[in-house]
């Protein structure tokens, strides 16, 4: 009986080509989008798949590990974070789990200094200015912005991508890095100047950009509140690329309309998709539809990694990246 993995919807092939030259059976969604908790069900019920290809954008569950099957040995997600699967329900039925770690990282580190240069110099404003056909001459004071060289980058959690925005930030544009996170990293502050904040209400209030680059836990769910928002500086600018429950959205969009903060960017939801149109009507929002990672490079090495887990479990083998073994 041939072996045959699921992918849950299309992505670059370099991966799928390597499952294929294993002589694996590759069966894609051919749905244009995310499947559905219901239509990922009845997609494995009764297919016998060896192993699934997973996004972020599918919820594993009991019911999904159910219908993949006792045959499943795998779901190696397409992503660096996990918070989709129930790793407990994995750990019940012996399935590896695995993630795409380590490949990302400097592209989502350029994407959200991207973001926070774009932010502070009212990029998207002036795009959506020019686009109005609003432009008539220069003028000494039209869309005045605010430097980030020399400024206080404030990093909420210190993994391989918050690091990488600190790196760019202190040797690009010399600014002063001050950083929260659950663990002190003394050989960080060495090589960049930066100084440890025990707590996040400690940091807040010093930064001149606040960038987040937490795990979602529960711990971490709506960590930037609206008590915490309050804390920053008025000419502050918030920047989230890591999970979108990290930042409470009803609370962002009421510091942003009262100028309790200067401005925000965000690359992921609360409730992704969706968004509260709310934040359409500002002007001191910079939204993008969470593509920190998504550079063709970037996105083939994922592909890539993924197979290989895959390849690596069915073999009997450990796979490399894995997130909890069975």
């Known amino acids: 009986m041939a072996t045959k993995v699921f992918v849950t919807e299309k992505i670059p092939d370099r991966g799928i080509l390597l499952l294929q030259k294993q002589g694996y059976e590759v069966t894609m969604s051919e749905k244009d989008g995310p499947l559905t908790r219901e239509e990922l069900v009845a997609a494995l019920t009764g297919k016998e798949y060896n192993a ?24 190696a997600n397409f992503a660096v974070g996990f918070d989709n699967i129930n790793l407990q329900a994995a750990r019940d039925r012996s399935v590896y789990i695995t993630n795409t770690p380590d490949v990302l ?8 200094f991207g973001l926070m240069v774009a932010l502070a110099h009212r990029m998207s404003e002036g795009d959506r200015f020019m686009r109005k056909g609003l432009y008539k001459a220069w003028g ?5 912005g605010n430097d980030v060289f020399g400024k206080t980058l404030g990093v909420v959690g210190l993994g391989r991508i918050g690091a990488r925005v600190a790196h760019h930030a202190v040797r690009g544009f010399e600014m002063k890095i001050i950083y929260y996170d659950v663990k002190r990293n003394e050989q960080f502050e060495k090589d960049y100047g930066a100084v440890f904040m025990s707590t996040v ?4 209030p010093k930064a001149d ?41 009803e609370a962002l969009y009421r510091a942003l309309r009262e100028k309790t903060i200067a401005g925000a960017a965000l690359d992921v939801y609360e409730k992704e998709p969706k968004i509260d149109p709310l934040f359409f009507e500002l002007e001191n929002v910079l939204l993008t539809p ?24 069915l073999a009997g083998r450990i796979p490399p990246n894995i997130v909890m073994a069975k």
């Open 290 to 313: 969470h593509i920190a990672s998504a550079t063709i490079e970037t996105r083939q090495k994922m592909s890539e990694l993924a197979a290989n887990n895959i390849i690596e479990a």
């Open 140 to 144: 000494p004071m039209l869309l005045l």
């Open 105 to 112: 990282t400097e592209t989502v580190a350029e994407h959200t």
């Open 209 to 249: 950009f606040v960038s987040i680059h937490v795990p979602l836990l529960e711990s971490t769910q709506h960590l930037m509140n609206d008590t915490r928002l309050k804390m920053m500086k008025k000419t502050a600018f918030l920047i989230n690329t890591a999970r979108g429950p990290i930042v409470e959205e």
């Open 52 to 75: 699934v290809l997973s996004l972020l954008t599918n919820k594993i569950d009991d019911e999904v590990f159910d219908a993949a099957g006792k045959q499943c040995k795998i779901f």
């Open 201 to 204: 209400e400690d940091l807040l």
